[in-house]
């Protein structure tokens, strides 16, 4: 099946050319561009001193993500030229391994839920089409992802915050271990705030369409 239709699938940066939401796009009509938690259009125009606070934030959340990526690429080639052309491996790369690759992890679920690019199913569009069902069911994964983070988020933020409360140290650097469990609280608060963020613009799109029906 081939179409002429011009794909409505909008590259998202930072990668720009590279990075999409992809829904199948050969159903007609063509299923409703997914919203993320950064609004856009009119009410991204209303919502302006927001938008700019959270660029600055979004800016912040990608510098550190580089930073521990390539700080956790640096000690696992330290560690492979120490164990295999010293003999003689450093244990304490292990722990700031783990806490380089913790703050990774969870900083970068809050950054891939600010992009609405975390993993979602898209045989919705195959089935249904009414644009509008599809909005609210989207909506609703929004919520239970929501209703999920905070779940999980509670026990792990409740476990952080023990740990941090105790002064437990690591093994071998006897470093806080509170540094490594800090990363569950900023990555779930984080991943949190945003997954509201998006309910929100899907509330409000859901709403503004409902009133003005589309022709199907």
Not at 15 to 34: C, K, N, Q, R, T
Not at 146 to 160: E, L, Q, S, W
Not at 173 to 191: D, E, H
Request: charged share 15%; glycine share 8%.
């Amino acid at each position: 099946m081939t179409t002429e239709r011009e794909s409505r699938q909008r590259p998202r940066p930072p990668v720009a050319a590279d990075s999409f939401i992809y829904d199948l796009e050969l159903s007609d009509p063509e299923p409703p561009e997914h919203l993320t938690a950064i609004p856009e259009g009119a009410l991204a125009e209303r919502l302006q001193w927001l938008i700019s606070a959270e660029s600055v934030f979004e800016r912040i959340l990608y510098v550190f993500i580089i930073a521990f990526g390539l700080c956790l690429a640096a000690l696992m080639f330290t560690q492979v030229v120490l164990r295999y052309v010293f003999a003689s491996p450093f244990v304490g790369i292990e722990e700031l391994s783990l806490l380089f690759g913790a703050w990774f992890y969870f900083l970068g679920i809050a950054y891939v839920t600010r992009n609405g690019e975390h993993i979602h199913g898209g045989i919705l569009t195959m089935v249904v089409k009414n644009r509008n069902v599809i909005r609210g069911v989207r909506l609703a994964m929004t919520v239970l992802g929501i209703g999920a983070c905070t779940v999980f988020g509670y026990f792990a933020i409740r476990y952080a915050l023990f740990e941090i409360q105790t002064g437990r140290l690591s093994s071998y650097m006897r470093w806080p271990k509170g540094w490594w469990s800090a990363s569950l609280i900023f990555g779930f608060v984080a991943t949190g705030i945003y997954m509201a963020l998006q309910a929100a613009n899907q509330f409000a799109d859901l709403l503004l369409h409902l009133r003005r029906p589309e022709q199907r």
